[in-house]
């Protein structure tokens, strides 16, 4: 269960560690019961459109953001992971309490050293690969990054400031990133550094996406 929590649950929930996209799940078992916990882990969508209170509350509270429903989650796989939880809650501070990012002003110095990492300048600390070897971000010239994920210009944005997207990237969700980060993880100061970079993308005038697709096209021809 710990690795189930670690994969479906920890971008979007701590135990401990206060609200990010869904609710903190300490001592969630107080909260209500059991029957209606796995019902609503198995299948949150059924249980918000069938009109619960608490589930809407939770939905109006997320943003309209819908937990997904997990491939998986069988009434026993729900079991353990509220048995896991329950155990964490104990815990002075549990393993899922998120990871602690400073929360002081960002600096020109965090956007620089979080571009470089993005870019790859800077090597990662555990062997990761660098963001740039996937992913894009408006600014980028040349090549403008991999286009095998997301275009990561808006993603502060989308992942609703510092925190959330800070505990995002200490244990991504996503199947490929949680195969080659899970043993190579980013490090407190790197995430740091990374999302001050990404917030820093907001505030940057658009280019023309075109234009940098047809020189990597014009550089591949030649």
């Known amino acids: 269960p710990t690795d189930d929590f670690r994969q479906n649950c920890m971008s979007c929930h701590t135990v401990g560690g206060g609200r990010l996209t869904g609710p903190d799940l300490k001592n969630v078992s107080g909260r209500k019961d059991k029957a209606w ?13 069938g009109g619960d209170p608490y ?7 997320s943003r309209g953001v819908l937990m997904p429903t997990l491939t998986g989650m069988t ?7 509220l048995t896991l939880i329950d155990a964490e809650s104990k815990l002075e501070k549990s393993q899922f309490a998120g990871i602690q990012i400073s929360d002081r002003p960002f600096t020109p110095k965090d956007v620089e050293a979080g571009e470089g990492i993005f870019l790859g300048k800077v090597a990662l600390k555990n ?16 090549f403008g990054g991999g286009t095998l994920a997301p275009d990561l210009t808006t993603v502060f944005e989308r992942y609703q400031g510092r925190k959330t997207l800070s505990t995002w990237l200490s244990a991504p969700a996503t199947p490929t990133m949680q195969s080659v980060y899970k043993k190579q993880a980013l ?26 697709r047809l020189n990597f096209i014009l550089i591949g021809l030649a």
């Open 127 to 142: 062997g990761g690969p660098s963001c740039i070897s996937c992913h894009t971000a408006q600014g980028i010239k040349l």
């Open 55 to 61: 589930a809407q509350e939770l939905f109006k509270a």
């Open 187 to 212: 490090d407190g100061e790197e995430i740091l550094a990374l999302v001050a970079y990404f917030q820093s993308t907001l505030a940057r005038n658009p280019e023309d996406v075109s234009t940098v």
């Open 37 to 49: 916990l796995i019902q609503f882990m198995q299948d949150p969508k059924s249980v918000i459109d």
């Open 75 to 81: 009434k026993a796989s729900a079991e353990a992971l």
